[in-house]
Nanobody, 134 residues
Framework: RVRLVESGGASVQVGGSLNLTCVASGYTTNSRCFGWFHQAPGKERVGVAIIYTAGGRPVYSDSVKGRFTVSRDRAQTTLTLQMNSLKPEDTGMYFC???????????????????????????WGQGTQVTVSS
């Protein structure tokens, strides 16, 4: 049974830092898009930091570039999001998601999709809440 379990969400002040963790189990890790999606209150879910397990550089949304860093362990079953210089607009639920994405599709798309496309991201965690206050 596939499971993605996030942890690490909390309430912090502006400028603070958090470290989110997603532990995946129950599937093979080859050629997968594996990443973090943010859903602010009343807004759609968007990808903020995504990696491709077969290689390549992580992809970040413009809103978090330079502040957030995504990394994974050697087994590619744990995904970590280091969040620095947090802003009020970073508030919301953070979801971990994973989906199989063949190398041919990766190259044709110039990377993993940053939209929460259910045709790609078929496994989701339950989310963890981040609240940034001034």
């Amino acid at each position: 049974r596939v499971r993605l379990v996030e942890s690490g969400g909390a309430s912090v002040q502006v400028g603070g830092s958090l470290n989110l963790t997603c532990v995946a189990s129950g599937y093979t890790t080859n050629s997968r898009c594996f990443g973090w999606f943010h859903q602010a209150p009343g807004k759609e879910r968007v990808g903020v930091a995504i990696i491709y397990t077969a290689g390549g550089r992580p992809v970040y949304s413009d809103s978090v570039k330079g502040r957030f860093t995504v990394s994974r362990d050697r087994a590619q079953t744990t995904l970590t999001l280091q969040m620095n210089s947090l802003k009020p607009e970073d508030t919301g639920m953070y979801f971990c998601a994973s989906g199989s994405f063949p190398p041919s599709a990766f190259h044709a798309n110039s990377g993993c999709p940053t939209s929460p496309d259910q045709r790609v991201y078929d496994y989701w965690g339950q989310g963890t809440q981040v609240t940034v206050s001034s």
